[in-house]
């Protein structure tokens, strides 16, 4: 009993004494001051998505209106061609405090750059199979951090885009800090097209009933230096006829029709042997050109050397890069009879499409 009395007594001793401590005890608070950092965003585009849309003015040799520009393989648009991208924009502050997505533009030789366009946001979750990382962090998707972009910048007329430019993705927060796209890319919009003419087409003084050929005429590809434009070569024609009232027949009325020329091309390895509707020399005919209501597409003109298929949907033979030139000669059967003055009214017409 004495051993139980004396544990109870110690444990009423403990008891009372507790009030105690806290009677006189000091209560203090201590002020913490979190201040969570401003996160620049971050800005990551997806290769894969990097796209050039037809515009619906004329279409490609493979792509039409809209459609992706599969046969151009170099960075140069036109007006009304568009160009696009899917951008990452990751802030660790929240997507709440995404304030602007955009295009950036550099023309080449200035200074500052400006925003062209905005991008609108996706839907689209996840990753999309990138690896992204942040120094040594491998990136994983948070939807309350990322947010997808489509960025899409339309080429304007030449008056406002002319000439070579860089062109960014960007995004700017609420709190006015910025990034962009590590991958820049270098475009020329508008290039100015043209094509160089050394020679001409001379027959001399021709024979009824001859075959003869004329002297070597050379079309170059002479865009805007640094455009990288490639141009698609063509050819049509229309009869010629004798602007001198002489009373010309040849054969049957007074014209010299397209179908008794020929012309046979070569563009370095390439040559028109592989054409269709060709002689035993290579040589190949001329279409007429067609305008107006009802004429067949493209004007009727056919690709001047044929038979040399790309992965890009054109004829490699036929494509001239910037500098580069296609020689052609031509054949005229003359008819019998055959007379007039000089059959001058009449064109063959070399035409160069931009790829």
């Known amino acids: 009993m004495k051993k139980l009395l004396t544990i109870l007594l110690a444990a009423l001793m403990v008891i009372s004494l507790l009030p105690l401590v806290a009677a006189n005890g000091v209560d203090a608070g201590i002020g913490v001051v979190i201040t969570p950092e401003q996160f620049a965003p971050r800005v990551y585009m997806d290769p894969n998505t990097r796209v050039v849309e037809d515009d619906c003015n004329e279409e490609g040799q493979t792509s039409d209106c809209g459609d992706k520009l599969v046969e151009r393989i170099e960075n140069y648009a036109f007006e009304g061609e568009t160009v696009e991208w899917d951008i990452l924009v990751w802030d660790k502050n929240g997507v709440e405090k995404i304030s602007d997505v955009y295009v950036q533009v550099l023309q080449d030789g200035q200074n500052s750059s400006f ?21 040594e962090e491998l990136l994983q998707w948070n939807i309350d951090t990322m947010r997808w972009y489509e960025c899409k910048l339309t080429v304007e007329t030449p008056a406002s885009m002319h000439g070579q430019y860089m062109i960014k993705a960007g995004a700017v927060d609420v709190s006015g800090l910025s990034a962009e796209v590590a991958e820049g890319e270098y475009w020329f919009f508008n290039p100015t097209i043209a094509l160089g003419i050394n020679g001409g087409i001379a027959f001399g003084t021709v024979r009824p009933g001859a075959t003869v050929k004329s002297t070597t005429l050379t079309i170059g590809n002479a865009a805007e230096a640094g455009s990288g434009v490639l141009l698609d070569m063509y050819i049509a024609g229309t009869d010629f006829y004798d602007p001198s009232h002489s009373g010309a027949m040849c054969p049957d009325s007074n014209v010299l029709k397209l179908e008794n020329f020929k012309y046979y091309a070569s563009n370095g390895a390439y040559n028109t042997c592989n054409n269709d509707d060709i002689d035993a020399e290579c040589y190949d005919s001329i279409p007429y050109y067609q305008t107006g209501a009802g004429a067949a597409p493209n004007n009727n003109m056919d690709e001047i050397i044929e038979g040399t298929p790309s992965a890009y949907g054109y004829n490699a033979g036929n494509v001239l890069s910037p500098g580069a030139e296609i020689s052609i000669n031509f054949k005229l059967a003359v008819p019998v009879p055959c007379n007039g003055g000089s059959f001058s009214q009449g064109q063959i017409k070399i035409f160069g499409e931009a790829v």
């Open 115 to 135: 925003m062209e366009a905005n991008c609108r946001l996706e839907t689209d979750t996840g990753m999309h199979g990138l690896s992204l990382y942040e120094g």
